[in-house]
């Protein structure tokens, strides 16, 4: 069992990888007419366990955020309910949503890219609430760390703007 000091330890440049690795899958899921959002799960060991993207629009499904698409995958990939082990890379701070699916999944460590200012800024859902502040509410103990790949991630959302009235 790795301790959550462990996990919290994991360098700088590990999540910088671990996020470009998100932020690729992200673009990917734009070429296929999918927001820009991108997320990945990974083992304090370094194993990738699962990346995702927004699947939104081909899935029909308002829930289907990257991170929730890849808290499902981990954990149908790994055959269990408990991520705790485990980090969440998001390319733009996480909704409520996919906080409490990540709380629920017993993952307490999240890095993120952009911000939600930036989420808004690029005219994709606001639900009032950014994710730091949602996870303050929260009685488990979520660790947001970011910008993680700022710059990169920043610019994604910026340059794939919310250009329709879909939802
Ligand atoms: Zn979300």
Known sequence: MHTSTNLA??????????????LQKGKQGVQRGERPFGAAIYRLTGEEVAVTCNTVFSTNN???????????QACQSLGK??????????TAEPCPMCLSTAALA????IAFGATQAVVKEAGYGDLGLTGREFAKQLTTDLIL????LGNECVSFLLNNRKR????
């Open 81 to 90: 309910t408990k991520l705790s082990d485990c980090w969440l890379l998001a």
């Open 62 to 72: 308002p829930a289907a955020h990257a991170e929730v698409n890849a808290i499902t």
């Open 145 to 148: 760390q970011g910008p993680v």
């Open 9 to 22: 330890s994991v360098r700088s440049s590990t999540l910088s990888h671990w996020m470009k690795v998100a």
């Open 106 to 109: 017993g993952i307490r460590f």
């Open 164 to 167: 329709d009235q879909l939802g």
